[in-house]
């Protein structure tokens, strides 16, 4: 059999993997002998958290349903004024309180009389 990447008869009994051009790039890349430094790694960072607002100077809100306090979202960045509960489960409670029984016919307008 011959190897088309080298050019070479090889015995089908030994196991020596093709060799991928992309890998031969890389290693001479890497071991070329090139003036440049070597890329200097990044600077360690202060903090692990991002320069932006910290999350003691987030808005909050209270939650109408269980009354607890709970801060922006990211995610709540377009409705902050519309929101008024602080998880979908105070949400359906919200929203459970709401609507009527069934069977419950108070909050229905009285049916109408015809003559």
Avoid: Y
């Avoid at 890349?29 to 987030?58: Q, T």
């Avoid at 509960?85 to 359906?92: E, F, Q, Y």
């Amino acid at each position: 059999l011959t190897d088309l990447t080298r050019g070479t008869k090889r015995d089908p009994a030994t196991k020596v993997p093709p060799i991928n051009p992309r890998t031969l790039l890389a290693r001479h890349h890497r071991h070329s002998n090139s003036s440049d430094p070597p890329p200097l790694p990044n600077p360690p960072r202060a903090s692990p958290m991002p320069r932006g607002v910290s999350k003691s100077d987030l808005p909050s809100k209270t939650c109408v349903v269980c009354s607890r306090p709970f801060t922006w979202r990211k995610k709540w960045e377009r409705d902050w004024d519309a929101i008024t509960t602080c998880s979908k489960r105070c949400n359906a409670a919200r929203k459970s309180q709401n609507r009527p029984a069934p069977g419950d016919n108070t909050s229905l307008p009285p049916p109408m009389k015809h003559a």
